[in-house]
């Protein structure tokens, strides 16, 4: 079956005549954990670019919280789910029966299924590069400058699947210096973590950097029915960056990878089963599911290209070019049990290029951005139903693919009245066009 869909949106947000506040009470709400994020920044004042252009956020009239590398790194954060216990109004939190397609929530808002068909209400960005698909974006936190978290809607900026707000992971830049860092960690479960950074600098202007990291912990509890381990790590990643800063001209490549083995999370049944009896299990890491058709296996990489150049004092220019790719296979057990009933072993196969040009001013008292916004993206996804024991010899197959392709151009000024005052100002135009083929058996 075959659907097209075309569709046009126009969508105005700010408008003249509502003045906006800076709030010292939102920009400050996590000061204690958070600190100077960039290099410009003066002691313990936070650089944000949550409106596309670098501000202290104590100037930025939006709901955001900001956690640093440094802070993220003393907490022990492991993944991005984790941030879920420092920022309020948000739950991250990984999907049923994986351990890396991400259900992120805010304000109520967000996607709770990650098949191709669905879209995301909370849009999340590594280095500016947006992410079309939740699979493979529990993101390991390592190498990392700050993490952004914007609250409410997003969607003159930001653009598609913003509804509910916006989470911003932002890469750590080269430092000037040759640097070589090793950190590893051992603790409860087993869990041996290591990173190694290095960078060096090739010429004045031309730097080069990588990072590695091995994370692996044993399981929180078991898998009964299958003798393996449930909730446990076991990721290898990596990311590389070369970067040139010649004064007006700042460009950036950079790539990552990543493979996850580890094995699904499944679920903890909270009542005993129907016609097997079974009790509940004491331990709530603990299951019984018996789905074993498909080992959990991920497999993410992706590259991007950032360039700046500052034409004069007011004006800067900047390309941001991303491709991404993912590929998981998914053994999901609804019922969580040892017999095949409720069973859907699935695939994911996902696939994005972007490309967004800014031209950003800034004056005394005016400042803004205009910029233009192009998607072309590729969703699949195949997964079976077995209902072996509730309708014997019984599976549901499904195949599909959703094919995406969306521009749009936006702009977003703002006007300081005075110190405290300012009128914002901004609107977007989309053009979506998706394609959307299904197959069942």
């Not at 920009?27 to 252009?53: M, W």
């Not at 739950?91 to 990650?114: H, K």
């Not at 205009?370 to 195949?382: E, P, Q």
């Not at 094919?403 to 100002?425: A, K, R």
Request: with cysteine; proline share 3%.
């Amino acid at each position: 079956m075959t659907n097209m869909l075309c569709r046009r949106a126009l969508l105005l947000a700010g408008c003249a005549g509502i003045a906006t506040f800076a709030a010292p009470a939102h920009a400050q709400e996590v000061a204690d954990t958070a600190t100077s994020v960039n290099d410009q920044a003066e002691e313990g004042v936070i650089i944000v670019t949550a409106r596309r252009r670098e501000e202290r956020m104590i100037d930025v009239p939006l709901s955001i919280t900001a956690l640093t590398g440094e802070s993220l790194e003393k907490q022990g954060i492991q993944d991005i789910t984790q941030i879920g216990q420092q920022v309020p109004n948000i739950t991250l939190e990984v999907s049923r029966g994986t351990n890396t397609t991400l259900s992120a929530f805010i304000r109520g808002v967000g996607q709770q299924d990650p098949v191709a068909g669905f879209e995301a209400g909370v849009g999340l960005y590594v280095d500016d590069v947006y992410l079309n698909r939740p699979q493979a974006a529990v993101l390991d936190v390592y190498d990392v400058d700050r993490i952004e978290v914007l609250r409410g809607p997003q969607g003159t900026l930001y653009g598609r699947n913003t509804i509910g707000g916006a989470i911003k992971y932002v890469t750590a830049k080269l430092p000037d210096d040759t640097s070589v860092k090793i950190r590893g960690t051992y603790g409860s479960f087993d869990q041996a973590d290591l990173i190694v950074t290095a960078s060096t600098p090739i010429t004045d202007s031309l730097k080069i950097g990588a990072s590695g990291a091995r994370l692996s912990r044993g399981g929180f509890g078991d898998n009964i029915t299958l003798g393996t381990e449930n909730y446990n790590k076991d990721v290898w990643a990596a990311r590389g960056t070369l970067e040139f800063n010649n004064g007006p001209v700042f460009i950036r490549l950079s790539g990552d990878y990543v493979k996850d083995n580890s094995e699904a999370r499944q679920g903890h049944r909270l009542i005993p089963g129907q016609l097997s009896g079974a009790p509940v299990l004491d331990d709530v890491f603990d299951t019984r599911a018996g789905l074993n058709i498909v080992d959990q296996e991920v497999e993410a990489y992706g590259g991007a290209l950032n360039i700046a150049v500052e034409v004069s004092d007011t004006i800067t220019l900047k390309s941001i070019t991303g491709y991404r790719e993912d590929s998981s296979t998914t053994p999901i057990d609804f019922d969580s049990l040892p017999a095949v009933d409720l069973d859907v072993p699935a695939l994911y196969d996902n696939e994005q290029f972007s490309q967004e040009l800014q031209l950003l001013y800034e004056s005394d008292n005016l400042s803004g951005v205009v910029g233009f916004y192009y998607l072309d993206a590729s969703a699949f996804t195949a997964f079976d139903v077995a209902l072996f024991t509730t309708l014997p010899g019984l599976t549901a197959q499904t195949l599909g693919d959703v094919d995406t392709e969306t521009w749009s151009v936006f702009g977003d000024f703002t006007y300081d009245l005075t110190d405290t005052v300012s009128v914002s100002v901004g609107g977007r135009y989309t053009n979506d066009k998706r394609t959307s083929r299904v197959l069942r058996t």
